[in-house]
């Protein structure tokens, strides 16, 4: 027998391999606040090692190949980072994170961490903001403006779209739609007013429709509000500005435990404008949440809210009326313009946590909604005596379910995610209408009138695999929709009913270069369906035209506070029929494609002091039209946000913000221009104490002349023997300062 002699370095790697296959262990544990709360998405590293892991939803977290005396790093936006040494790998750990200044070194990047979300966290915990459908700008390129007296949905802009008011945006609230479809005033429509913002606890968006948990409407991108599940306090707030801006806000705990909390917050606003004919805006918000987590790591969450809006408003006006002098900027042609809507809202969630990895998430809403505005966008184009006033309403019920089931599989150092959902939705209408009017008062003529149920069931699967460096996803979503509108006006078309379905599969590709850059590769097919009546009096082929898109991307954090991220992107969308409820017509659209590139920086300077820009760039055009003729009017093409924000600084907060949007075409043939602006925003809070904070906020801190909202628009002013197309628009705010006082216990 002969013995081999093996070298000493060849022996050291050996005994190491087999030391490791012998002593490393899983380690389990539960991570929480200083409350007792368990903090979800936390994320945790073997140091010396790229082996990491995350919290789920309850605290909890496995982490693989762990063995005595290596340490363990803990790190989550707003907390200290925590490192432990392991000293028994049979202790179930249980870590505790406090509380602490904003910091972007606890930004980490990883195939099992959304950077975007944190980075928009980041934002919400940095910049104040003045509404919910305000902190949609927190989604990089994504643009609002208003133009119906503040009431109204916000018009949205993103990557070369005119969203309108969400045609092409899912919106939703703790996973509930905010998007309505078949709306009386456009498909899509998304009025988010009903979300008080300081309830506000984190964003979850993503750009394209890559996504298999999201469907319908999320083609240019999807957003999420998640509220709140307790208040760190009681506040009362109170508001008072220019153009008699008054904001009352109360926010108490009802139930505060380690394992159930629950809040309500109320809100109350009164403005009236800079309009030379005062908006009267009257707005009253009341939301509740209660929240309960069992001892088995099951959670529950309630929500119940009411909202009521009425306003008036003085519309879209037109260059030329300016420019004669025959009204100001912020004048009127019609101002009897105006509305009222509101909204009831039950949520209801219940997550299971089945096994170690097993999970299932169940969720049922009910939402009972009114709408009714008036609107005259022609004046006396249509009607030379009585003007062109219309009126639309609605009154909706709309219920839904969804459930979610998650496994995990691991091996070696293999993890394995296979996931599963189904969806159910249904939209009733009462009465949606279109009437030509007088002064709100006189009905001319009823235009449209019926009612709509239309239902939309979803299925969807999907797989992820973190192999090494690569993270891969494959899904599939399955969307079928029902569509039955009764005419009350035509005895022809009493009850009709349409059906299609859409297969909408996934694929994205995530590379994890180093430490602190990734890579990703994204493709989807996602869809935004169209309004009942143009289905049903169209019976057009595309009733659910698709859209195709890519992004190829990467972030990066070349050092500790600095984060950089870069997207190419590309989408195409078939040809679709979209309901015009603005004139209550339906209008074709051929096929079109965009493209651009996405670039965003956050850079903290100091402990307090941070910078952050986003550029953003997309080119729209419709396929089939001739070139110069293909324009798709009011796509944005330059769009830029950022700032500057001063955090936690001897009781000091600040932020001075910047929004840009350059020139961009409002027709097709780009013969008329809607003009960019570049505004300005302050915001400046002082803590005297931890009971009391004193602040101000100013608005268009330059008191430049800017156009908020925008349109290429046919019309005919009363003294006018011929109609002219031009810009029609709605001024942006002048110079607005209003100051608060918060009293917090």
Not at 73 to 91: A, L, M, P
Not at 296 to 313: H, K
Not at 670 to 697: H, P, Q, R, T
């Amino acid at each position: 027998m002969h013995l081999i002699s093996l070298p000493k370095s060849l022996l050291a790697i050996l005994f190491l391999l087999l030391s490791t296959s012998v002593f490393a262990h899983s380690i389990t544990g539960y991570v929480t606040d200083e409350n007792g709360r368990p903090i979800k998405d936390l994320y945790i590293l073997h140091k010396g090692t790229e082996n990491h892991t995350h919290t789920n939803s309850q605290g909890f977290f496995t982490i693989e190949n762990v063995d005595v005396n290596a340490v363990l790093k803990f790190t989550h936006v707003g907390y200290e980072s925590q490192e432990v040494i392991i000293t028994n790998v049979d202790t179930v750990l249980q870590i505790m994170m406090s509380s602490t200044s904003v910091d972007l070194d606890a930004i980490v990047i990883s195939n099992q961490t959304d950077t975007f979300n944190t980075l928009a966290l980041l934002d919400l915990q940095l910049n104040p903001v003045n509404s919910s459908q305000e902190i949609l700008q927190t989604v990089p390129g994504l643009f609002i403006g208003q133009h119906a007296g503040g009431g109204k949905a916000e018009q949205l802009f993103l990557r070369g779209f005119d969203i309108d008011h969400g045609t092409d945006v899912a919106i939703g609230v703790d996973g509930m739609p905010v998007n309505m479809v078949s709306h009386a005033h456009g498909q899509g429509y998304a009025d988010l007013h009903f979300l008080i913002p300081e309830t506000i606890n984190s964003i979850d968006y993503g750009k394209g429709s890559y996504d298999v948990n999201v469907g319908n409407f999320a083609t240019a991108g999807h957003v999420n509000l998640n509220t709140k599940e307790f208040l760190q306090r009681n506040i009362i707030q109170t508001e008072i500005g220019d153009f008699n801006y008054q904001r009352l806000l109360t926010m108490f705990n009802v139930v505060d435990n380690a394992n159930t909390s629950a809040y309500v917050a109320s809100e109350y606003i009164t403005f009236d404008g800079a309009f030379d004919s005062p908006q009267n805006f009257d707005r009253f918000n009341i939301f509740s949440k209660l929240n309960h987590k069992t001892d088995e790591g099951n959670e529950l969450n309630l929500t119940a809210s009411y909202f009521t809006s009425e306003w008036d408003a003085s519309g879209q006006i037109p260059v030329r009326a300016v420019e004669s002098g025959l009204i100001g900027r912020f004048g009127a042609i019609d101002d009897t313009e105006g509305g009222t809507t509101s909204r009831t809202n039950l949520n209801l969630s219940y997550d299971f946590n089945l096994s170690d990895t097993e999970q299932l998430k169940t969720q049922v809403y009910y939402t009972h909604y009114d709408f009714t505005l008036f609107s005259n966008f022609t004046f006396f184009l249509e009607d030379p005596v009585n003007g062109d006033q219309i009126k639309q309403q609605e009154s909706r019920d709309m219920v839904g379910m969804k459930g979610v089931y998650n496994k995990e599989y691991k091996w070696n150092d293999n993890e394995l995610n296979w996931y599963s959902g189904l969806g159910l939705r249904n939209d009733r209408t009462d009465g949606s209408s279109l009437l030509r009017t007088l002064n709100r008062r006189t009905t001319l003529e009823q235009i449209q009138l019926g009612d709509i149920n239309e239902t939309n069931s979803s299925l969807w699967t999907g797989v992820t695999l973190e192999k090494g460096k690569w993270n891969l996803e494959a899904a599939l979503r399955l969307e079928h929709f029902k569509f039955i509108y009764r005419d009350a006006l035509d005895d022809s078309f009493d009850t009709l009913s349409q059906n299609a379905t859409a297969l909408l599969p996934k694929f994205n590709v995530a590379y994890q270069a180093s430490k602190n850059w990734q890579l990703y590769f994204k493709n989807g097919v996602g869809l935004h369906s169209n309004d009942t009546r143009v289905v049903i009096r169209n019976e057009a082929d595309e009733i659910l035209p698709k859209s195709y898109g890519s992004d190829l991307g990467t972030i990066f954090k070349p050092s500790n506070r600095l984060v950089v991220n870069g997207a190419l992107w590309y989408l195409f969308l078939e040809q679709e029929f979209v309901y015009v409820g603005d004139a209550g017509i339906v209008e074709p659209s051929g096929k079109t494609e965009r493209y651009g590139f996405d670039l965003g920086i956050n850079y903290q300077l100091t402990d307090y002091l941070f910078l952050d820009t986003n550029l953003n760039y997309a080119h729209a055009r419709a396929i089939d039209e001739p070139s110069g003729e293909d324009y798709i009017p009011l796509a944005p093409e330059w769009t830029s946000t950022g700032g500057i924000s001063l955090k936690d600084y001897k009781g000091w907060n600040a932020s001075m913000r910047y929004r840009y949007i350059a020139d961009r075409a409002a027709n097709e043939d780009n013969s008329i221009i809607a003009e960019g602006y570049f505004v300005n925003e302050l915001n400046l809070n002082y803590d005297f104490s931890k009971k009391l904070n004193v602040g101000f906020s100013i608005e268009n801190l330059f008191n430049v002349e800017w156009n908020e909202t925008q349109f290429a628009t046919e019309s005919r002013l009363q003294n006018e023997a011929a109609s002219v197309e031009e810009i029609h628009f709605t001024p942006g705010t002048p110079f607005f300062i209003k100051g608060r006082l918060i009293y917090s216990f």
